[in-house]
């Protein structure tokens, strides 16, 4: 049983570790689009841009969790006499993770793109004042 465990908390610190890069790369595309909104006039483009990228680097987060499940798996495969539901309790870990990872970046996302419609919302209402 403490070889399992020691195979979970790896298991474990690799979901940690991808929620925690995740977390840092939004923070970043967070400032950073915060600085580019002030800017804004009409049109999302700056900010949608590094958007994008930031998009591509949560998929490449995804795709470590599932690398990370697959060795993981192998690995407790081996193992004789496996608790019941185990395989299928981490397997459901996997799926939260990688939905996590959506749900952070669509929150992230969402947010910037809120915070530069208030802007242009702002603007607009200023030029009609005009």
């Known amino acids: ?48 841009q590094p958007w994008q990228a930031v998009e591509h680097q949560m998929h490449q987060y995804g795709e470590q969790i599932e690398a990370a499940w697959n060795r993981i798996s192998d690995e407790l495969a081996e193992f004789e006499g496996l608790p019941e539901g185990l395989m299928w309790r981490e397997g459901w870990r996997r799926d939260w993770a990688t939905s996590e990872i959506e749900i952070r970046y669509t929150r992230a996302h969402r947010l910037a793109v809120a915070a530069a419609a208030d802007v242009m919302r702002h603007r607009a209402l200023q030029a009609d004042v005009r």
Request: hydrophobic content about 55%.
């Open 1 to 48: 049983m403490e070889a399992i465990r020691d195979v979970l908390e790896r298991w474990n610190a690799e979901i940690a570790d991808a929620l925690v890069r995740v977390d840092a790369t939004l923070a970043d595309a967070s400032a950073r689009g915060q600085a580019v909104i002030p800017h804004i006039v009409w049109d999302l483009t700056p900010l949608e």
